[in-house]
């Protein structure tokens, strides 16, 4: 049996006056415990998936894997309008840990232009939403620092009132793990395989260790890359070390 979570004093707020709760889910294990416990906790009618499909370069299976584990919870597709590599080909540089445009151009973007049509879609939530993410505290001291409930103003036009809000801020990995396995649920298959990330297949925040294994699984996809980063004279990686000079 999976417990309700604690709302906060705002998000309860929200969800009484029949707020949508649109819950972004990447397939990794993070946003699989965040959309457990949701579910658990809030009216289904008050929820709705998001996903930002990445193509070629994520991990194959994520796609059906978010639809296997939620309970044919409505999805919404939220498509950037360029792939990941050619973002990258034409700019001729890769993002970074400190400027992630990966994030901003290929997640966030899409989703909130999502959100802001599904909306309009459905006048009865009266423009009130809560954005629900998986971001974690231990995750490292950028995420730690975030508080769990913030008011969008950049968001928050045309009649909208947009609540950004991290369900599990402060829970750890082994709790996350926890709640997947209460469900009766398996995580991602990648972690079966040793991968501790689960996003695009090579991500640029992802450890040396990783980049090998990923490599190891993908090994057409690395050839790409590693193609790619000799062609512009830039690595992903955020040790500057080439892909080549890791995973070989």
Known sequence: ??????????????????????????GGKDS????ILLRATLPADQLVLVHAPLGR?????????????????????ARAKEDLLAMVRRRGYWPTPAIRNCTSDKKRGPIERE????????PHFEGRIVSCMGLRADEGRDRAK???????????????????????????????FD??????????????????????????????????????LRPRLAAEYIALEEEIGHTLSPTRRPLREIVE
């Open 115 to 122: 959100l802001r049509r599904y909306l309009k879609a459905n």
């Open 1 to 26: 049996m999976i417990a309700p979570l604690p709302l906060p004093e705002q998000i309860a707020e929200m969800a009484e006056k029949g707020a949508l709760f649109a819950v972004s889910t990447s």
């Open 146 to 176: 975030r508080a769990p409930v913030t008011y969008s103003a950049r968001n928050s036009k045309a009649g909208r009132h947009w609540i950004d809000w991290l369900p599990i801020h402060d829970f750890t990995e082994k709790q996350v």
């Open 57 to 77: 370069v994520e991990w194959p299976g994520t796609l059906s894997h978010i639809r296997a584990t939620t309970a044919g919870m409505p999805l919404i597709l």
């Open 32 to 35: 699989q415990a965040m959309t």
């Open 179 to 216: 709640t997947i396995a209460a469900a009766g649920e398996k995580p991602h298959w990648v972690y079966a395989k040793g991968m501790t990330r689960c996003s695009c297949s090579f991500c640029i925040m992802a450890t040396p260790r990783d980049l090998r294994l990923a490599a190891q």
